[in-house]
């Protein structure tokens, strides 16, 4: 079973930019459709943004489109997240996950997720 490890989120101000990695290990994700969700306090998780197998698909939340670019590096066996000009409703913390790529629904585990708080 693939173990996934989330890393660079932070506090930064609104108008920033962060990028989210998300590594993997125990085997690779080159097969899947990779993900990033998120989950605010008192909300349920949302989907951010997702990748095809081969990266040449990708799709977004409405509220991100234009602002976020979800990437992916198959030798690297990760998927990462660039956020731009972020808003303090991007506040919450993020995961990445393997999907169904026609459908967005996650499949597999989670990892533990990086917090991203952003100031106003």
């Known amino acids: 079973q693939v173990q996934l490890v989330e890393s660079g989120g932070g506090l930064v101000q609104a108008g920033d930019s962060l990028r989210l990695s998300c590594a993997a290990s125990?085997?690779?994700?080159?097969?899947?459709?990779m993900g990033w969700f998120r989950q605010a306090p008192g909300k349920e998780r949302e989907t951010v943004a997702g990748?095809?197998?081969?990266?040449?698909?990708?799709y977004y939340a409405d509220s991100v489109k234009g602002r976020f670019t979800i990437s992916r590096d198959n030798a690297a066996n990760a998927v990462y997240l660039q956020m731009n000009s972020l808003k303090p409703e991007d506040t919450a913390v993020y995961y990445c996950?393997?999907?169904?790529?026609?459908?967005?629904?996650?499949?597999?585990?989670w990892g533990q997720g990086t917090q991203v708080t952003v100031s106003s």
């Open positions: 996950a393997a999907v169904l790529y026609t459908s967005r629904a996650p499949i597999g585990s």
């Open positions: 125990g085997r690779t994700l080159s097969t899947d459709a």
């Open positions: 990748i095809s197998s081969s990266g040449a698909r990708t």
